[in-house]
Structures are given as C-alpha cells and as structure tokens.
C-alpha cells in the first residue's frame, strides 16, 4: 500500500540555520504530496503541496519540490525562525483519495 | 466558513463507558477522515467516508470503535467500551471530492482529546 517515510526527530536547530527534512514516498499511481504542520495544541495545517513531478510547493519560505525519480519530496527553509517550532507532517494522497501521513518530525528552533 | 468542528474538545471518561465524538465538515465538502495521534503511533487513518458512505475502515482498530455518517454535515467516532489505550488526540479532517479531488488538501479541525481512566 501507499506509506511515506520522513526522518526521525527531533530536529533542533538553531535560528536562522537551514532546514532540510527528508521525505519519502511509496505508491501507486500519480500521487500528490504535502507538507502539514501542527502547533502544540492545534490540528494539522496544510503548509505547502504539489500535484505533480518537478512541482514545487511553497508558502511562508519553506519549499518541497516533488521528485518523482527518486520518489522524495524534502522540506526546506533557508533561514528558520523559533515560531516555526513545531511537528511537521509529510503526506500522500493519490486513487482512492485515501490521505496518508508520515510519523512527523518534531522542529525545535533555539534563539 | 468555520471550518472542521469537532466536539467535545476535552473528554475524560472511566474505563468501560462509551464514548462519542462528534465532527461537521466545511460545507461542500464531501470527503470526511478520522485520525487518531498518539506519541507511539503517530498519526493513523481509522476511517474515511465519501458522499457519507464508508470507502476504508481498515484502520479501525477493534470492534469496539464505529463511525457514522448520517448526512453530509455530521460524523461520530464511537468507542464502545473504551479502554485506557484508547486515550489520544482524535481528529476528523474534510476536503473536496469533486474531480480531482486527489489534488486537493485536507482541512483539520481542532482535535478531541481523550482520556480514559
């Protein structure tokens, strides 16, 4: 079945360092791919998405460019800022609409 | 819009007593999802509705969870008896299922928190 794998976290980093946070995709199909983010407290927020390969999704300058021969879609930020402390979601929705998240990676962000 | 609303934001209940959670979608739309997130298992698809009929239930954990639909603005996750392994955040999310729908993203509401002692 479809799954999506992204790195362990947590990830401290800090401000104004540089973001990667890898993702990984298995399906069938032509999937689209997103980004979600989750503030304590709150539920998921679509961060950024991409419907299809060589598409970049951005928004808030964080950007995932979808690549469909290596099947990732990694998270970036050139410049990371403590309120972009959070979980942040990698998720695959393709035939069937069946949306599929990864475990989450934890963003600690230090001033 | 308001959004995904989800009720109640907080429960706490002993173990053995039914529990019911209850979502309305954005209007319009007509795909509707339950997840649950715990610290263990992250985020886990139990079940996902389309025009308020079931498509995937093989999230449900156990007999003792069910969900309905019975009209396109109201959803309910019932857990019957609950169990204190039950106890995590449960979220309903809703998106658009018009074609193309594999495009479009999914909008979460605000969670229900479930303890049970």
């Known amino acids: 079945g479809n799954s999506v794998t992204q790195m362990e976290g947590p990830v401290t980093l800090s401000e104004e360092a540089f973001l990667t946070i890898n993702c990984t995709y298995t399906a069938t199909g032509y999937p689209s791919l997103f980004w979600y983010v989750q503030y304590p407290g709150e539920g998921l927020q679509l961060l950024l998405k991409?419907?299809?390969?060589?598409d970049k999704g951005s928004n808030k300058g964080f950007e995932a460019t979808y690549r469909k021969e290596t099947t990732s879609f990694h998270l970036e930020k050139g410049s990371v800022q403590v309120s972009d402390s959070a979980v942040y979601f990698c998720a695959l929705r393709s035939g069937g609409n069946k949306l599929v998240f990864g475990a989450g990676t934890i963003l600690r962000v230090k001033s | 819009d308001a959004g995904v609303i989800q009720s109640p934001r907080h429960e706490v209940t002993e173990m053995g007593q039914e529990v019911t959670l209850r979502c309305k979608p954005i209007?319009?739309?007509?795909?509707l999802f339950w997840y649950r997130q715990t610290m263990m298992r992250g985020l886990e698809l139990l079940i996902y509705?389309?025009?308020?009929?079931?498509?995937?239930d093989s999230g449900m954990p156990e007999d003792r969870f069910s969900a309905k639909m019975p009209n396109a603005s109201f959803s309910t996750l019932k857990i019957q008896p609950s169990e204190p392994r039950d106890s995590a955040v449960y979220f309903c999310?809703?998106?658009?299922?018009?074609?193309?729908?594999?495009?479009?993203?999914?909008?979460f509401g605000q969670g229900t928190r479930l303890t049970v002692v």
């Open positions: 991409a419907t299809k390969a060589d």
């Open positions: 509705f389309n025009n308020n009929v079931p498509i995937d």
């Open positions: 209007s319009g739309h007509d795909y």
């Open positions: 999310a809703s998106s658009l299922g018009r074609q193309g729908a594999v495009n479009t993203e999914a909008f």
